[in-house]
Structures are given as C-alpha cells and as structure tokens.
C-alpha cells in the first residue's frame, strides 16, 4: 500500500488509529481458551469489531513467537484474515529486526512475501546495509525505530554523538539510504516534547506512534506537532483497546475504547 492510498483510508474514516494486537494467552477472556486456535479467534473479533474505527493493525511478533509453531500459525491467520477480508489496511508486523545485508534481505522476504504485511518496523542501529534489503521492496514500507517510547530510550537515543542526538542522526542518515521513500518511523508518544524536532528533519515522513493510553502518552501532545499536511501520523494503542474487558463483551468494550479515540481523531483532524 502507498501512503498516498493510507492517507486516503485515513480521511474517509476519519481515523490514524492503529490497534495493535499483542494476544497474551493469560490476558484473554477464558472461554476463549477451548478454542483450537484462541489467539486467532481473539484477534477475529477484535478486528470484525474495530474495522471501521481504524487504519491499520499492528501484531507484534513476539506474542506469537512465544507461542512456538502455533503462535506463528496465529499470526499467519491473522494476517491472510487481513488480507483477504479486510485488503484496504495497512498492516504492521512489529518485528524490530535488521542484521548484515544478507539476513536482512530474508527477514524482508518472510515478513512482505510469504506473510504478506505491509510495513515491518526495523532496528537502526546495524546500519545502511541492515535496512536496505528491507527498503528494495516497493510499495512496502520500513518503520525504522527513531525515538522509542520506553525510558530505555535515554540510554543512547537522546545521546549526543558529535553535536547531534542519535535518534536525530539516525532520520537525517536515514534519509540518503536507497529507497528512502520506503521509510517511516517510530516516535513513542511519551516523547511528545520531541516531535517539533523531529518533523524539521522528516517533515513529509509518516510516523507510528506507539505509546498512547497503557503507557501514558496522549493523543492531543503528539498531534499538536506531529501532524503534517498528509496527516503523517499512525496512532497505536494495544493494551488499552484490546484487554479492555476479559469477560465475554472484551471485542464490544474494545470497540467502546476504539471509538472513544476515532472521536478524538476526527475532532482533531476536523
Ligand atoms: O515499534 C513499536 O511498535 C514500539 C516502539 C516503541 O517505542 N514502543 C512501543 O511500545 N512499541 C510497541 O507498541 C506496542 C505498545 O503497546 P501498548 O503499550 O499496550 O499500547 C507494543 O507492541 C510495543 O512493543
């Protein structure tokens, strides 16, 4: 998917909300676990229930992994459910990967080709060549991690490296790569301070923003500078949408906080 047919999405539903589906075998409602695959009926009725409120899905990777073979079969039906369903969203897989070119090119293949996502979000830190392979694809994007919203974040991102903080070094850099069009970034929500900053380097760039309501950060901080003229902003909530009941109206209730933000968004975009 382009950004020019996300923004599309983005103006008719009126919404840059992202959910992300991060299913915890013990977080969800119970009666869920006789299923013979409840992380997929869980995320079924999340998405039959939410798919008018939102852009774009984002499971992260590691709560299906820890599931070994069967969790990698959830999200495997997670997304073809997407794709075939629902084709018109954008889709994340939140994987944080990047190795020497030669790794890397298959990760991009197991994440775009035979999983068939639309984004995967992408460490820095090894580089020009642990991106690249990623960025070779068209119409796929890769979210490079900028700005974390995890205090951790401090720990190097903020720091200065000649006179320029790393997390800004790494979107100026970046932006010379091979298919820099390819990128967006992510800047955490608890970093709304940062966003001025930030769209003076990467002004046109759309940016995920994970962070929103479990950790803290709020929907109105990061869109007062994070807004550019093609909105440019995703907006990810998990937690908070998708635990917000663990009784049997858990996909109603996650619609109820689904909504609650979509009205948010369109007051803000209106
Ligand atoms: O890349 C991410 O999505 C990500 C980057 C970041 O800086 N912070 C962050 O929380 N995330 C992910 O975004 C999701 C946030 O989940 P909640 O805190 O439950 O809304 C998790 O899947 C995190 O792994």
């Known amino acids: 998917m382009t950004t020019k047919e996300l923004e599309i999405q983005i103006r008719q539903k009126k919404s840059f909300l992202c959910i992300g589906l991060d299913v915890d075998l013990h977080k969800i409602p119970s009666h869920l676990l006789t299923f013979d695959d409840p992380i997929f009926e869980f995320n079924k009725s999340i998405i039959d229930a939410t798919h008018h409120l939102c852009v774009a899905y984002k499971p992260n990777t590691a709560f299906y992994e820890a599931y070994g073979i069967k969790g990698w079969q959830s999200l495997k039906k997670t997304i073809d459910y997407l794709n075939e369903f629902y084709p018109e969203f954008y889709t994340i897989a939140d994987a944080k990967r990047g190795d020497i070119g030669n790794t890397s090119s298959m990760y991009a293949k197991a994440f775009f080709e035979d999983l068939g996502f639309d984004s995967v979000t992408v460490a820095p830190y090894m580089g020009k060549d642990s991106v690249e392979p990623f960025l ?6 890769t979210i490079l991690l ?29 932006k010379t790569w091979k298919n820099s069009e390819n990128l967006m970034y992510v800047v955490g ?39 550019n003229s ?13 635990y917000a009941s663990s009784g049997k109206d858990f996909a109603e209730k ?14 803000i975009l209106s």
């Not at 996650?254 to 007051?267: D, G, P, T």
């Open 136 to 141: 070779a694809f068209p119409d796929k994007h």
């Open 146 to 174: 900028a700005l974390t919203s995890n205090e951790g974040a401090f720990d190097f991102q903020t720091k200065k490296i000649d006179k320029n903080e790393l997390y800004k070094q790494v979107l100026e850099t970046s």
């Open 189 to 227: 929500a608890t970093k709304a301070d940062y966003f001025k900053e930030i769209r003076k380097i990467v002004p046109n760039s759309f940016l995920l923003v994970p962070g929103v309501g479990a950790q803290g950060g709020k929907l109105e901080d990061v869109c007062e500078f994070g807004l």
């Open 230 to 242: 093609q909105i440019g902003l995703l907006i990810n909530s998990s937690r908070e949408i998708i």
């Open 254 to 267: 996650a619609q109820e906080q689904a909504i609650r933000l979509q009205l948010a968004m369109e007051k």
